[in-house]
């Protein structure tokens, strides 16, 4: 079977002459077959090209709000040299806001026994170190690959938590000062500051 054919300038349609290998006249045997007009988005076919209005804003995608990515682990070394990646990812991502800050470490005694038995034998002094970043400005796009590269490049030993921002969190970074409380919970049981007037 031979095929050529041609659009038409006028109506859009794609016309081909096709030569059938069946018996009859050589007129018979050309035959024209129109095909179906080509699509459009538009309801018109508009020969220039695509209308476009000039007022719309260019699409961007939204961002989401402050989140905080919280790694811990009792190696120390390893959760900062996580968190100096987590930033730069962050950062080559196109977050907007990063802060980074490290919560007090959290001492734990752990205490092995004999078997069958309540004596020690061995005692272990584990520290949990938490490292703290906060990004803002991330769009819902990259957000996705954000988190499945930092679940897949998460190193062995350390937990990872994404959470939104609260206002807790900032409250935790903070050591309490034990002997300024006693000294305001005396002040309180006296009856409180003493103002004198000018």
């Not at 989401?64 to 990812?89: C, W």
């Not at 806001?97 to 007090?104: G, L, N, Q, V």
């Not at 205490?111 to 034998?121: A, G, M, N, Y």
């Not at 409250?171 to 002040?187: F, T």
């Amino acid at each position: 079977m031979t095929t050529f054919g041609k659009i038409c300038g006028f109506c859009g349609r794609y016309s081909v002459p096709i030569l059938l290998k069946s018996k009859g006249t050589p007129e018979q045997r050309f035959l024209r077959i129109p095909f179906v007009n080509q699509r459009y988005i538009s309801t018109s076919q508009c020969a220039k090209g695509i209308y476009e209005p000039e007022d719309l804003p260019p699409p961007s995608a939204p961002a989401h709000d402050l989140l905080n990515i919280r790694m811990r682990g009792y190696d120390f070394a390893v959760i900062e040299n996580h968190m100096s990646y987590v930033t730069k990812l962050a950062s080559s991502l196109g977050a907007d806001f990063i802060k980074k800050w490290a919560t007090p470490a959290e001492s734990k005694r752990v205490t092995t026994f004999k078997p069958q038995s309540t004596l020690v034998e061995h005692e272990y002094d584990m520290v949990m170190y938490e490292r703290n970043v906060q990004i803002g400005g991330v769009t819902i796009s990259m957000l996705g690959l954000l988190l499945d590269t930092l679940n897949t490049t998460l190193p062995e030993g350390v937990t990872l938590t994404i959470k939104q921002h609260e206002p807790i969190d900032e409250e935790v970074r903070y050591i309490p000062d034990y002997e300024l409380n006693a000294l305001k919970a005396q002040l309180d049981e006296l009856g409180g500051p003493v103002r004198t007037k000018k």
